[in-house]
């Protein structure tokens, strides 16, 4: 019986690389473990190419080969290919460059294959079965600005397509829920509330504010200050009465978090900070007993290689910090979970925090040395979002601004210009407001995602939501105009895919064709790089592609003697968009 894997096409250029393996072997037999180097490309060459023969040259060079240059070398490499349905032709070009060109009837077979048994045929297949992804991550008790809006949207996508890829994946909201202002904030509760436990989030209020007028009175009261330094010992202790308001606080936090949470369509699974607490002491203790952790200044630290400041595990007061917590974690991840790939998704400032986490990780022989094996750690960094007068996006009053406000607002301005267009008299409530969400919402994810996240982006809700250009708007109204297309033809398309035939006789054809088959190398990029916006690049891409295609008289799709092949082609355009929306976390429309 087939196996999922038999099932999974893979992407074409690992299909290529299995191919040009079994070339380099009889080409170079005593040239063990190359690396096939298969990359596409744009030139009119061909689809794909090999670029191994020049370094394979120069190590082959001077042993007595019987080539005689880098040309020589991809001559062999492309003789020595197994013949394939794949590929049409083979040609060498410049310093041995082997360019391949695809067979359009094996790729027309290939597309069909993927309509009768679904997208998922062409997920990627990487080389873990577990991972960890570390995103959101609010601190309770405090407002979710825009920063940890794009670690959720950015951390919700690479899960997205880790699961796609078949990898099980522990999506973990590591929430700021232990700490020293944990006492200011129980006793705040204390006081206003002396039957504590009747604290609604109607009775708090807002959160923040309540946070800030406790951070004012323990700044301004001596007595107060000191019976909220007791508080976090008698929190830490375990007591009673101190844990079960430290959880009151946390639940009223939590249900913020969970309507930012709810409208984005995200789910996570919480084990805040304070769930590793009990293993910090026995991970410093380990690491202790490998001669890694030393006394600096009355602190407990790790000297990392190549950076002047220590990692602090224990402070000089005997307390625990960010790093003890993380390496608490890390080690829990590992061992526990089990995680073959731990990703960390925070702003750009961590990063070397996190680097020298995973270095003192590399030092107690928690991880390999080699980035390339597995297990391993990886931080994902991301800019700022910049308000369009270039700072830091906040409100008029420098708050910061709430997210779910930020939201609600998209979704109000896209709803508007659905009645400004006259759908008010033509569509249900329910069809306005859903389509409102997934436009608004929609193009506030897409928004981030398209960047590289390691750039600032100036947040703009007028550029989001514009429906021209690279906007989820444009992209969604995109797709809606191609499921128009099949329901004007009138067509059964399950029909059409079990008993049509896709031919892809015109170059506008082909070229569609072939991006809708590059689908499963760009998801692999995008994962292997932690890259989001290699995915939106390649939808955008499609779009156009789409558009050259359909805009082509000599494509015509409706009334044509081709239409079947044409509706094909339309259809497996829409699957593919709507798995890229559905990676990037945005919910298609189906009419505008």
Same mark, same amino acid.
């Given at each position: 019986?087939?196996?999922?894997?038999?099932?999974?096409?893979?992407?074409?250029?690992?299909?290529?690389?299995?191919?040009?393996?079994?070339?380099?072997?009889?080409?170079?037999?005593?040239?063990?473990?190359?690396?096939?180097?298969?990359?596409?490309?744009?030139?009119?060459?061909?689809?794909?190419?090999?670029?191994?023969?020049?370094?394979?040259?120069?190590?082959?060079?001077?042993?007595?080969?019987?080539?005689?240059?880098?040309?020589?070398?991809?001559?062999?490499?492309?003789?020595?290919?197994?013949?394939?349905?794949?590929?049409?032709?083979?040609?060498?070009?410049?310093?041995?460059?082997?360019?391949?060109?695809?067979?359009?009837?094996?790729?027309?077979?290939?597309?069909?294959?993927?309509?009768?048994?679904?997208?998922?045929?062409?997920?990627?297949?990487?080389?873990?079965?577990?991972?960890?992804?570390?995103?959101?991550?609010?601190?309770?008790?405090?407002?979710?600005?825009?920063?940890?809006?794009?670690?959720?949207?950015?951390?919700?996508?690479?899960?997205?397509?880790?699961?796609?890829?078949?990898?099980?994946?522990?999506?973990?909201? #590591?929430?700021?829920?232990?700490?020293?202002?944990?006492?200011?904030?129980?006793?705040?509760?204390?006081?206003?509330?002396?039957?504590?436990? &009747?604290?609604?989030?109607?009775?708090?209020?807002?959160?923040?504010?309540?946070?800030?007028?406790?951070?004012?009175?323990?700044?301004?009261?001596?007595?107060?200050?000191?019976?909220?330094?007791?508080?976090?010992?008698?929190?830490?202790?375990?007591?009673?009465? $101190?844990?079960?308001?430290?959880?009151? %606080?946390?639940?009223?936090?939590?249900?913020?978090?969970?309507?930012?949470?709810?409208?984005?369509?995200?789910?996570?699974?919480?084990?805040?900070?304070? /769930?590793?607490?009990?293993?910090?002491?026995?991970? %410093?203790?380990?690491?202790?007993?490998?001669?890694?952790?030393?006394?600096?200044?009355?602190?407990?630290?790790?000297? %990392?290689?190549?950076?002047?400041?220590?990692?602090?595990?224990?402070?000089?007061?005997?307390?625990?910090?960010?790093?003890?917590?993380?390496?608490?974690?890390?080690?829990?991840?590992?061992?526990?979970?089990?995680?073959?790939?731990?990703? $960390?998704?925070?702003?750009?400032?961590?990063?070397?925090?996190? &680097?020298?986490?995973?270095?003192?990780?590399?030092?107690?022989?928690?991880?390999?040395?080699?980035?390339?094996?597995?297990?391993?750690?990886? #931080?994902?960094?991301?800019?700022?979002?910049?308000?369009?007068?270039?700072?830091?996006?906040?409100?008029?009053?420098?708050?910061?601004?709430?997210?779910?406000?930020?939201? &609600?607002?998209?979704?109000?301005?896209?709803?508007?210009?659905? %009645?400004?267009?006259?759908?008010?008299?033509?569509?249900?409530?329910?069809?306005?407001?859903?389509?409102?969400?997934?436009?608004?919402?929609?193009?506030?994810?897409?928004? &981030?995602?398209?960047?590289?996240?390691?750039?600032?982006?100036?947040?703009?809700?007028?550029?989001?939501?514009?429906?021209?250009?690279?906007?989820?708007?444009?992209?969604?109204?995109?797709?809606?105009?191609?499921?128009?297309?099949?329901?004007?033809?009138?067509?059964?398309?399950?029909?059409?895919?079990?008993?049509?035939?896709?031919?892809?006789?015109?170059?506008?054809?082909?070229?569609?064709?072939?991006?809708?088959?590059?689908?499963?190398?760009?998801?692999?990029?995008?994962?292997?790089?932690?890259?989001?916006?290699?995915?939106?690049?390649?939808?955008?891409?499609?779009?156009?592609? /789409?558009?050259?295609?359909?805009?082509?008289?000599?494509?015509?799709?409706?009334?044509?003697?081709?239409?079947?092949?044409?509706?094909?082609?339309?259809?497996?355009?829409?699957?593919?968009?709507?798995?890229? /929306?559905?990676?990037?976390?945005?919910?298609?429309?189906?009419?505008?």
């Amino acid at each position: 019986m087939a196996t999922e894997e038999d099932e999974r096409m893979g992407s074409l250029k690992a299909q290529l690389a299995k191919l040009f393996e079994v070339s380099l072997k009889v080409t170079v037999p005593n040239e063990p473990d190359v690396e096939p180097l298969v990359a596409a490309c744009t030139g009119k060459f061909g689809d794909y190419q090999c670029n191994n023969a020049m370094g394979l040259w120069s190590k082959i060079k001077g042993k007595g080969t019987q080539f005689r240059g880098p040309p020589a070398v991809g001559e062999a490499i492309k003789n020595n290919l197994p013949a394939s349905e794949m590929i049409e032709s083979c040609s060498v070009a410049g310093p041995g460059f082997v360019n391949v060109l695809l067979s359009k009837n094996w790729m027309a077979k290939s597309i069909q294959k993927m309509l009768i048994g679904g997208i998922d045929t062409w997920a990627p297949m990487p080389p873990v079965k577990k991972a960890v992804v570390d995103f959101s991550s609010p601190n309770i008790a405090k407002e979710m600005h825009v920063g940890h809006l794009r670690s959720t949207i950015i951390g919700d996508t690479l899960a997205r397509m880790l699961e796609f890829s078949k990898v099980e994946v522990l999506r973990r909201n #590591h929430v700021g829920d232990w700490g020293t202002q944990f006492g200011m904030l129980i006793e705040f509760l204390f006081e206003k509330f002396p039957n504590f436990e &009747d604290a609604t989030e109607t009775a708090i209020g807002d959160l923040q504010a309540f946070y800030k007028a406790s951070k004012q009175r323990f700044d301004a009261d001596p007595a107060f200050k000191e019976r909220a330094q007791q508080a976090v010992v008698r929190l830490q202790g375990g007591e009673d009465k $101190y844990c079960r308001a430290w959880a009151q %606080i946390c639940e009223i936090s939590r249900m913020e978090f969970h309507k930012v949470y709810n409208r984005l369509g995200v789910h996570l699974e919480e084990k805040g900070e304070s /769930f590793y607490n009990p293993y910090i002491p026995g991970v %410093i203790e380990a690491l202790t007993k490998q001669g890694l952790v030393e006394e600096s200044q009355g602190a407990r630290v790790i000297f %990392i290689e190549g950076i002047n400041i220590p990692l602090i595990v224990v402070k000089s007061d005997g307390g625990f910090n960010y790093a003890s917590t993380d390496l608490a974690a890390l080690w829990y991840r590992l061992n526990e979970e089990k995680a073959e790939w731990i990703i $960390y998704v925070t702003d750009v400032g961590q990063q070397q925090h996190f &680097d020298m986490v995973f270095k003192a990780a590399k030092r107690a022989g928690w991880l390999p040395h080699s980035d390339n094996s597995y297990p391993k750690a990886s #931080h994902v960094g991301f800019g700022l979002v910049l308000g369009e007068d270039g700072k830091r996006f906040r409100t008029r009053n420098t708050e910061v601004v709430r997210l779910v406000d930020l939201l &609600d607002e998209a979704k109000s301005r896209s709803k508007a210009v659905l %009645i400004e267009r006259g759908k008010g008299d033509e569509w249900t409530e329910e069809e306005i407001e859903s389509t409102a969400e997934a436009v608004g919402y929609g193009a506030v994810k897409y928004a &981030d995602l398209k960047n590289n996240r390691l750039t600032n982006y100036t947040f703009n809700f007028d550029q989001m939501l514009n429906d021209k250009g690279n906007t989820a708007v444009y992209l969604l109204y995109a797709h809606a105009r191609i499921c128009s297309i099949i329901r004007r033809s009138g067509k059964d398309v399950e029909e059409l895919k079990s008993k049509g035939t896709v031919v892809l006789g015109y170059k506008d054809e082909r070229d569609l064709g072939l991006h809708l088959l590059q689908f499963a190398e760009v998801v692999e990029e995008a994962c292997t790089n932690l890259l989001p916006n290699v995915l939106c690049d390649y939808l955008y891409n499609l779009s156009e592609i /789409f558009s050259k295609f359909y805009s082509n008289p000599e494509c015509k799709v409706i009334g044509s003697d081709m239409e079947t092949s044409r509706l094909l082609l339309c259809e497996a355009t829409a699957v593919v968009m709507r798995k890229c /929306f559905n990676l990037l976390g945005i919910t298609p429309i189906y009419k505008i």
